[in-house]
């Protein structure tokens, strides 16, 4: 039974989407197949995994500290509370005024002393414009404010840990991943780098480059792998076609590929692909 069709908590990226075609492929392999979450994201893949092979190993990699945010999800709940009640009287999408705005971070500023820790994700998804973010409580102040906090509640307490349960969870740069487990046997490889020229702190740099996708390309196994693309740069038909020019193999030769596309409201679409190549393929 798949016991989550999205993430707890919001996450740029996570894969809910895609569950739907996800799921049948991974039913098709065996029980006792190893799923490695290279870039794991909000765990969301992850989580389908252990789902639906429950005696099956599935490392995520948790270079976001995702994790960390469920461990804190009871505290920003009643965060989340304490701004919707400050911003009641406004009306919602609207520019926050000086003196509310104030108040706003007055109680930020009470939750991180009470709490030692704010989850700045999920915070500036309630107050900035979409995929923006603050990290600190002087960059929260430095941005104008928008009345647009969620209007529902968090998941429970309890969300972590059910959420996380099953999963071996760990904090490694991707290429340790990589190295450990693209020549394992019964291992499937799930490769979702971020964007290129994104934020990515994690992954030792500022952003990702072309050079992380060429590294990622040389380390990447020819088989057992779902890589998750997007039109925002896919850099797979660009190989294909290079490579019947200048006679260079790539680990997509031969791959599947599904294709689905995205609208969100206000902020465009997007047009993403799932390449996949199994052993039993």
Known sequence: MIQ??????????????????????????????????????????????????????????????????????AETEQLRQEIVSILAPLKHNSRVPEEYKALVLRAVQAHE??????????????????????????????????AHPSRTALSDADASERYLRGLEIVSVDYREL???????SNT??????????TKCYGYKGDSWSCDDYLDLLTMMPTTNYLYFSSAKFDFVPFLYRTSATW??????????????????????GNNEALYYKLSND
Request: with cysteine; net charge positive; glycine share 6%.
């Open 113 to 146: 002393k009470r709490c030692q820790y704010v989850d700045w994700v999920t915070l500036s998804g309630w107050l900035l414009f979409t995929n923006n973010f603050a990290y600190s409580l002087e960059d929260l102040a430095s941005r104008g404010l928008y």
């Open 247 to 268: 006679g260079y193999k790539h680990p997509f030769i031969g791959a599947q590929v599904l294709r689905r596309s995205s609208v969100f409201k206000g902020v465009g």
């Open 4 to 73: 989550y069709t999205t993430a707890p908590l919001p996450f740029a990226g996570q894969k809910r989407r895609w569950l739907k075609q996800l799921e049948p492929i991974i039913r098709s392999l065996p029980s006792n197949t190893i799923f490695v979450d290279v870039f794991g994201g909000s765990g969301l893949v992850s989580r389908l995994c252990k789902d639906v092979h429950p005696t099956a190993r599935v490392i995520y990699n948790d270079y976001d500290n995702y994790s960390e945010r469920l461990h804190h999800i």
């Open 178 to 184: 990589l190295s450990a487990h693209k020549d394992a």
């Open 188 to 197: 499937i490889l799930i490769l979702d780098p971020p964007y290129l020229s």
